[in-house]
């Protein structure tokens, strides 16, 4: 069994890098086989091309590598910050350029495009770890909470992914130690708990 983890945050000593870090050392602990990415470490370009909307077809090996790797894995963890009620555009970008035709949903050769997708990501399990500054009643009452509505509907449901999970760790800009340790802790025992059913 694999899984793919992907890190969308500029700076190393971040939350959302010791999200990461847990995530890969658990994963490792289970016999999980990891694809795991930096996505900022690695400098992907996040720009989808006129060539690649044009065609389907990607030129750029990170795009292939990854999308490769999204296909193989039954787990896909996508760990970022809420940044205007979206991923950072870094990872924007990866859902542009290998979340896409003809990796995770196709439409019908003699359509045009404008139905219904052919959603080709069925079976797999997404799981979000997002971090905030952002008190929960502000975000679910006044913001509507963007990034649920992205991952869920967006995505996973658009592609045909039904097991999903999502965690906001919030506030972190006012986190203790120990309360960004209690949520590394209880991260891990998600992870476990999610394997441990399937």
């Known amino acids: 069994m694999k899984a793919c983890v992907i890190l969308a945050h500029p700076y190393p000593l971040s939350l959302n890098h010791a999200i990461f870090q847990r ?6 602990q289970l016999g999980i086989a990891c694809y795991s990415h930096d996505l900022y470490a690695e400098k992907f370009d996040p720009v989808l091309t006129g060539q690649e909307l044009g065609s389907d077809i990607s030129a750029d ?22 940044w205007w009620g979206q991923p950072p555009a870094i990872l ?22 404008g139905g219904l997708p052919q959603a080709k990501l069925g079976g797999k399990y997404c799981i979000v770890f997002n971090t905030s500054n952002t008190e929960e009643g502000r975000e679910n009452e006044y ?33 203790s130690e120990q309360e960004r340790e209690n949520w590394l802790q209880e991260l891990e025992m998600t992870i476990r708990n999610i394997v441990s059913a399937q």
């Open 23 to 28: 995530v890969n050392a658990v994963l490792k």
């Open 61 to 82: 090996p990170l795009v292939k590598k990854y999308a490769a790797e999204l296909l193989e894995s039954k787990y896909l963890f996508f760990i970022h910050p809420n």
């Open 92 to 113: 924007k970008g990866y859902i542009d350029r290998v979340i896409r035709p003809p990796y995770a949903y196709d439409f019908p050769a003699d359509g045009s495009g």
């Open 143 to 175: 913001f509507g909470d963007p990034l649920e509505l992205i991952w869920k509907q967006c995505v996973c449901g658009f592609c045909g992914i039904t097991d999903y999970y999502r965690r906001m760790f919030r506030i972190v800009a006012d986190s």
